[in-house]
């Protein structure tokens, strides 16, 4: 691991994560304090360092061409087109994380200089991680995966619960004195993220009076599944 990779991948990540709409201080600040002794770690190996035109990362992204994530590719490309590394965007055309970590296993057996992912399902990313962490190639996790116990490099993102928490408190003001029935929908029920922010709306609503959860329900990140869901739901819940 090499302490040039490591800076240009925070750097990268940073860069991807608030034109994504997904940083803040805080994260932010404990990466930079990761990558220090990061740093300190690699600038003890004896490895020859690589410039920046000679690395090779790979952004696997958990929607190939979704809106949102298309954002952060925006991110991905201006940061290879400033630092001249090669930069590989991959990714499942629907959320699938055993796709996902099919990629990355593809990416270590090519011996990448870095890997940039969403941890979606924690779980079942972490011996991947390993893998990657024995083959000395960082990982830096994106919008998800921030309480994955495993050895990534840094995490840049939103902290789902508060998020969550700051939304239901705006729908319990515009509610007023009327009582919550609330219906969520997120990507998949498994997605870190989703778990993260739910909880976080769940923490303010349980405190409101009659509050009813009426679904859990997921779209896989598809418009026309989401018009569908949603129709269905408002006939099944009129009120």
Request: with cysteine; glycine share 10%; aromatic share 6%.
């Amino acid at each position: 691991m090499k302490k040039r990779v490591l800076g240009i991948m925070l750097t990268l990540a940073m860069a991807v994560g608030l034109l994504g709409g997904c940083g803040n201080a805080s994260d932010i600040e404990s990466a930079e304090e990761k990558t220090e002794a990061k740093t300190e770690e690699g600038s003890a190996e004896t490895a020859e360092k690589k410039n920046a035109e000679d690395l090779h990362i790979v952004y696997i992204t958990p929607l190939l061409a979704s809106d949102v994530w298309l954002v952060s590719k925006e991110g991905f490309d201006a940061a290879a087109d400033e630092f001249g590394f090669t930069g590989d965007w991959v990714g499942p055309a629907n959320i699938d994380v055993d796709s996902m970590i099919k990629q990355m296993e593809i990416a270590i057996a090519e011996g990448v200089d870095g890997i940039i992912t969403c941890g979606l399902n924690p779980e079942a990313m972490v011996n991947v991680m390993n893998q990657a962490d024995e083959a000395g190639i960082p990982v830096v996790l994106v919008n998800a995966g921030s309480e994955i116990e495993a050895p990534y490099f840094a995490y840049i993102g939103t902290n789902g619960e508060t998020l969550g928490a700051m939304a239901a408190e705006e729908v319990a003001k515009k509610l007023g004195d009327e009582t919550p029935q609330v219906i969520y929908v997120g990507s998949t029920i498994t997605n870190s993220s989703v778990i993260d922010t739910t909880n976080g709306y769940k923490s303010v609503f349980e405190g409101v009076n009659g509050y009813q959860e009426l679904s859990l329900e997921e779209n896989n990140d598809d418009l026309a599944t989401s018009v569908d869901l949603w129709q269905n739901l408002f006939t099944t819940y009129p009120d």
